[in-house]
């Protein structure tokens, strides 16, 4: 089968399309077909070594697919050969066969396209644990997004909005902006342009009910100081290669929460859960209250092009690999 390896840790130039034979099934685990691969920022960090996974060499990237059960190991009851599903991979992905432990694995719509359901467990589930489980966001509450044109970002522009809070997006550009107001924003900020602590100020005069924060760097302090009174917080990543010092006044002043949002790890720690958020996605997405945006789906052998759109900050929405 073909494969996008990592054999030395370097940047999206270093890896290599290699034939080689497919993944032995391991213990309850299920063999995926992979049909379409979801690009993840992640994904750039993992091949430089810079992630907090570090597979041993060689492996390949790629933190979620789509595609066709080709095999279940013995005791899998759940799943069966032939269902079309979606699976969080972790890594291994950029492949033409992965194998993945069954509780990663859940099925999707009849009518969902590859494409869309390669690129939809990350953002979305990632957004739905931070909205939901963690700030509880409330219908009526202020929500601003940080880098909210990207995968994550775009995601909780549209959960947001589903869940009824009046959203603030912030994004690098005017083209950016225009999109997640097409996606449901009711504000927008081009941080790149403008100032981003006067312009929130004009626009969140009462604060910030929850922020959500996939990028760090200088802006998580600036909202942490227009935040309104018990606000949220939410870690969700360091895009700006920035991880900030969180100015602890802040939080003390603002009678405040910082809340630390680690998805991944919460999948294998309540694999159940995981399934019941999955399915309540699937079903907004069913009504169309969901609008995934793929921007560019591009052959498995352009991974490399796919992950440098994505660290040159020039993606929007989400690209996919196909198989
Ligand atoms: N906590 C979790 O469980 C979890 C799950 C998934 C992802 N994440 C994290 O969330 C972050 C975003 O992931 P993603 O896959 O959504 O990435 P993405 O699609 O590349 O989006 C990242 C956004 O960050 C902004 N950004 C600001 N400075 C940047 C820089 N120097 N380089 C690149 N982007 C920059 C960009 O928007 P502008 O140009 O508009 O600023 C970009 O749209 C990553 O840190 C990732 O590790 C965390």
């Known amino acids: 089968m073909r494969i996008v390896h990592c054999?030395?840790?370097?940047?999206p130039e270093s890896l290599v399309l290699e034939d080689v034979a497919p993944p032995e099934l391991g213990p309850g685990q299920v063999r995926i077909g992979v049909k379409a691969a979801g690009v993840n920022y992640p994904d750039n960090l993992i091949i430089q070594g810079l992630?907090?996974?570090?597979p041993a060499l060689p492996f390949a990237p790629g933190s979620e697919v789509a595609g066709v059960i080709l095999e279940v190991a013995p005791g899998v009851t759940r799943l069966s050969v032939g269902d079309r599903v979606c699976a969080f991979t972790g890594y291994g992905g950029f492949a033409e066969q992965v194998c993945v432990d069954a509780a990663r694995v859940v099925p999707i719509p009849a009518d969902m396209p590859w494409d869309v359901a390669a690129g939809f467990t990350v953002v979305y589930a990632t957004t739905w644990f931070a909205l939901n489980e963690r700030a509880r966001l409330q219908p009526g509450e202020t929500l601003l997004v940080l880098g909210a044109a990207g995968g994550v970002g775009l995601a909780a522009v549209q959960l947001g909005k589903?869940?009824?809070?009046?959203v603030i997006a912030a994004a690098g550009s005017d083209h950016k902006l225009e999109l997640t107001a097409?996606?449901?924003?009711?504000?927008?900020?081009n941080y790149r342009a403008h100032d981003l602590d006067s312009r929130l100020r004009a626009v969140a005069p009462h604060g910030l009910d929850v922020v959500y924060d996939p990028v760090g760097g200088d802006s998580?302090?600036?909202a942490l100081k227009r935040m309104a009174w018990n606000g949220r917080l939410l870690v969700v990543g360091?895009?700006?290669?920035?991880?900030p010092a969180i100015k602890a006044n802040l939080v003390l002043l603002k009678?405040?929460?910082?809340?630390?949002v680690h998805w991944g790890v919460s999948v294998d720690r309540d694999p159940n859960g995981h399934a019941e958020a999955m399915a309540a996605l699937f079903e907004r997405?069913?009504?169309g209250a969901l609008a995934p945006l793929v921007s560019e789906a591009m052959p498995l052998e352009e991974a490399p092009a796919a992950l440098r759109a994505l660290r040159d900050r020039r993606a929007v929405g989400k690209l996919v690999l196909t198989v």
């Open 182 to 189: 097409a996606h449901g924003a009711d504000e927008g900020i």
């Open 238 to 243: 360091f895009a700006s290669g920035e991880i």
């Open 51 to 54: 992630y907090q996974m570090r």
């Open 255 to 260: 009678n405040c929460q910082v809340m630390g």
């Open 220 to 222: 998580t302090n600036v």
């Open 285 to 287: 997405w069913t009504q």
């Open 7 to 11: 054999r030395q840790l370097g940047p």
């Open 162 to 166: 589903a869940m009824g809070a009046r």
